[in-house]
């Protein structure tokens, strides 16, 4: 399958920003045809760097243009088209301005879905549990011989991989979304839609949870199948307001069934069942955790819609590695394990995580905090903690959190990552712990570009330590 590259010349598309998702824009857009124009506030050595690459591409970048309109006025003629990335607030004064002179806006993973027609999307959203099911579903559709890579908000970008594969697009993508990525695609429409969880998440950006969840249940209104999750509160609480979705619970459904949701996929006799009979044993999945069940089946119940049968997808979870940055085991050392969770960027992801080891555990968690109720994890931490360590710009306000929520256990602070991880390691051999958890209920853009970049920097380490 080959995409169309003919599109003539036009109007000048603008790319704000030099980021991974704006060069992965400009390039396919390039590729397609479409003049293009980047434009960047930045003007360091690593900017000129990528302004010049794209530069020998046919690409122009204006660099120091900060988002305001004065950095437009220049250009030649007006833009027909802007591409925002991810990172730029949907409602930024400057993009109100452009919109209401007529200039069409959208997001870097519209270029990849207009430029993927007719690849079938599966697209995959939620506050938690997207990374996870993402994976499992490539995981699985690889295993059966489907060419359906990921991409989104993991790993590559959308425009990236589409402009890979061009030449021979795949059979189906398989696109991890987050809000900001929908808010900016409205035209975006998956062959499978999944929500995976709803709970207060982004509310810096997005203001309320009612609009938070609006971004989220459009991608599922546009989507020809949609997967929910019957476990999760929110979700279930407005099941009467779809006409048509496949339910999934990692229960017997018998509460599902009480709120008036008829089951699509649920787990009876340690079978995962449907209502045709057993799809496949619930024990295929090694992750820990109620919530890996519902990831498992999620991702089961878009294979299923693909013509996967149960035994290829038992076979394949049962070899799934796991997913990075999540209660991913970088190793054992004098009895304690080292677990990385730093996709573990709010309160919720962070409980989710401590109900699913098993304590004593030296938890470190740190960096940029989020707006949410830290109830929840706070309760989980007393439970399972012997000590957290706090680390990053969060320090001062968690540990004042614990002080007053009454944490029973060792609380210590530390300016950086490296630092935690010792005092971690010396406090595991003091109470006995079984683990270590890296969790941090925080975004990681205090210290890091991302949670991959503090996952990494952990693994590196975890894995040089020496035992004691």
């Given at each position: ?8 010349r036009?109007?000048q598309?603008?790319v704000?920003g ?13 590729q397609?045809g479409?003049?293009v124009?980047?434009?960047d ?7 000129q760097?990528?302004?010049e690459?794209?530069r020998?591409?046919?690409i ?5 243009r900060?988002?305001?309109l004065s950095?437009f ?8 088209r ?22 069409r806006?959208d997001g ?8 993927s ?13 997207k990374?996870t099911?993402?994976?499992?579903v ?5 295993a ?7 991409c ?12 890979e594969?061009?030449?021979d697009?795949?059979?189906?993508m398989v696109v ?7 808010e900016?695609?409205p035209?975006?429409a998956p062959q499978?839609?999944?929500w995976?969880?709803?709970t207060?998440?982004?509310l810096?950006?997005h203001?309320?949870?009612?609009n ?13 199948v ?9 979700l ?20 599902a069934r009480?709120q008036?949701?008829?089951p ?5 006799a340690?079978?995962?069942m449907?209502?045709e ?20 089946l ?6 299923l ?7 290829c997808m ?5 070899a ?11 190793r054992?050392?004098?009895g304690?394990?080292w677990?990385n969770?730093?996709k573990?960027?709010?309160y919720?992801?962070a ?7 098993e ?5 470190l ?31 001062t306000e ?8 009454g ?7 530390h300016g ?6 010792a005092?971690?390691q ?9 683990a270590?958890?890296?969790s941090?209920a925080?975004?990681?853009?205090d210290?890091?570009s ?8 952990f693994?590196t380490?975890v894995q040089s330590?020496?035992?004691v």
């Open positions: 399958m080959t995409a169309d590259q003919s599109a003539p036009s109007a598309t603008v704000l030099l980021g991974r998702s704006g060069l992965g824009a400009a390039r396919l857009l390039n397609r479409h003049a124009v980047v434009l506030s930045g003007n360091s050595a690593e900017h760097r990528k302004a690459l794209l020998q591409e046919g122009s970048v204006l660099l120091q900060p988002l305001e950095s006025e220049d250009l030649q003629g007006t833009p027909e802007v591409i925002v990335s991810p990172g730029i607030r949907w409602d930024h004064p400057t993009l109100t301005a452009l919109r209401r002179q007529g200039i806006t870097e993973i519209t270029t990849a879905w207009e430029a027609r007719p690849v079938p999307w599966i697209g995959i959203t939620g506050t938690n549990g990374t099911v993402t994976h499992l490539a995981h699985l559709l690889k059966a011989g489907l060419d359906a890579p990921m989104g908000n993991v790993g590559h970008s959308a425009a990236e991989l589409t402009l594969r061009l030449q697009l795949p059979a189906w991890e979304l987050s809000s900001y990525q929908i900016s695609a035209a975006l499978v839609g999944i995976t969880t709803l207060p998440d982004h810096e950006r203001g309320t949870l009612d938070y969840r609006a971004i989220k249940r459009s991608l599922l209104e546009r989507s020809r949609r997967i929910l999750n019957a476990d999760d509160p929110d279930a609480s407005r099941a009467a307001s779809w006409d048509e979705a496949r339910w999934i619970t990692a229960t017997d459904g018998s509460q009480s008036g949701i008829t699509w996929l649920w787990i009876e340690g079978q995962v449907q209502a009979g057993a799809v496949l044993d619930a024990s295929a999945l090694a992750m820990p955790g109620a919530h890996n069940r519902q990831n498992m999620m991702a089961v119940a878009a294979c819609e693909l013509g996967l049968s149960g035994p038992e076979a394949a979870l049962r799934f590695p796991g997913v990075p940055h999540r209660l991913e085991l970088i054992e050392l004098q304690i394990r677990v969770d730093s573990a960027t709010n919720d992801a409980e989710v995580a401590l109900n699913a080891m304590g004593p555990l030296v938890v968690a740190g960096g940029e905090s989020k707006q949410g109720d830290a109830s929840g994890w706070i309760e989980a931490l007393t439970k399972k903690a012997a000590a957290v360590v706090l680390f990053g710009a969060a320090q968690f540990g004042q959190m614990l002080e007053l929520a944490f029973p256990g060792v609380v210590e602070r950086d990552l490296s630092a935690a991880v005092e971690a010396n406090l595991a051999q003091q109470l006995s712990c079984r270590v958890l890296l941090p925080c975004a990681s853009f210290q890091y991302d949670f991959e970049a503090r996952g990494e920097h693994r380490l330590l020496q035992a």
